[in-house]
């Protein structure tokens, strides 16, 4: 499993999650503005969760210990 620095990205991945999607940090996008279109809210939840989701793909799949250290899976 994940241990040593992968382990502390995902924590500090889930803590800024933690953060990121509640009071007041949330509040900073509740303005009536608009995106292309789109409401500044919704589009900075979405904007927010899918950078979550890139960062937390890129600590998993580089990770180099989750691959077998002579190549074999």
């Known amino acids: 499993m994940f241990q040593g ?4 990205r995902l924590v500090a991945l ?3 999650g933690l953060l990121l999607f509640n009071f007041p940090l949330l509040a ?6 608009r995106v292309l279109g789109v409401p500044l809210f919704p589009a900075a939840l979405f ?3 899918a950078l979550l989701i890139a960062a937390l793909a890129w600590v998993v799949e580089r ?3 989750t691959s077998a250290p002579d190549g074999a899976d």
């Open 14 to 16: 889930f803590v800024a």
């Open 5 to 8: 620095l992968d382990a502390q």
């Open 47 to 49: 904007l927010i969760w």
């Open 28 to 33: 900073l996008w509740d303005h009536d503005a």
């Open 63 to 65: 990770s180099p210990e």
